[in-house]
């Protein structure tokens, strides 16, 4: 067993490809089984050998890629500390919030040849947690849409201005009103350890959704 640095094999990047590929899937899947858009505009795929449903809305797909782009080098840097996916109503209130807190090891102590292979089994469980998650969140109104935020450490927070991946796709401070939720419940549904990552995935819920 050896026990490496952050910048030995790049592993900023392996985890940075890991965590973004996963969070593809992970978005889809929350706006899929929250009935956040139409069940028709979804098509079923296999990730992580079980099946997920993806959006085959060209739109709604280019800005999820285009939003884990421009997470992605933070992630490569370890600049990350939680990547939210809100639902807001028709106000822009947030009715609920997918938190995935993230963390990574600065020592890593790996096994080269299970590393890649047990980090996909603990995704898989988390996909598992949002696919049943439905059976134990209230219904949401009409109406509801969604965007993504992004908690970065302070010292990403300062650069923040000068980071601009894809052009028109600016960096922008989260409007408070997406931000805050009023009395919230909190529901854990999974939490993963491995050597490279680390990650809490929990929903904050508003108590109540209907005004």
């Not at 807190?101 to 047990?118: F, H, K, N, Y």
């Not at 028109?168 to 491995?194: C, G, Y």
Request: aromatic letters at 6%; glycine letters at 2%; proline letters at 6%.
């Amino acid at each position: 067993m050896a026990t490496l640095t952050r910048q030995d094999l790049n592993f900023g990047q392996v985890v940075a490809d890991v965590l973004c590929e996963f969070l593809e899937v992970a978005i889809h899947l929350i706006l899929y089984v929250r009935e956040v858009y139409p069940i028709g505009i979804f098509q079923k795929r296999k990730k992580y050998n079980v099946p997920v449903q993806m959006s085959c809305h060209p739109e709604l797909n280019q800005y999820i890629q285009d939003t884990l782009h421009c997470i992605k080098p933070l992630i490569e840097k370890n600049e990350v500390d939680r990547v939210v996916v809100v639902i807001l109503d028709k106000e822009h209130h947030p009715v609920e919030r997918f938190v995935f807190e993230i963390s990574q090891p600065p020592l890593l102590s790996v096994s080269s040849d299970s590393l890649l292979s047990r980090v996909e089994q603990l995704l898989r469980a988390s996909i598992l947690k949002i696919s049943v998650c439905d059976a134990i969140l209230d219904t949401n109104p009409p109406g509801c849409t969604f965007t993504v935020l992004v908690h970065t450490r302070d010292v990403a927070t300062r650069n923040m201005e000068k980071i601009q991946v894809i052009k028109d796709f600016p960096w922008i401070h989260a409007d408070e009103q997406e931000v805050n939720m009023r009395e919230p419940r909190l529901i854990p549904l999974k939490t993963m350890t491995s050597d490279i990552l680390k990650m809490q995935l929990y929903v904050e819920e508003r108590a109540q959704k209907i005004s």
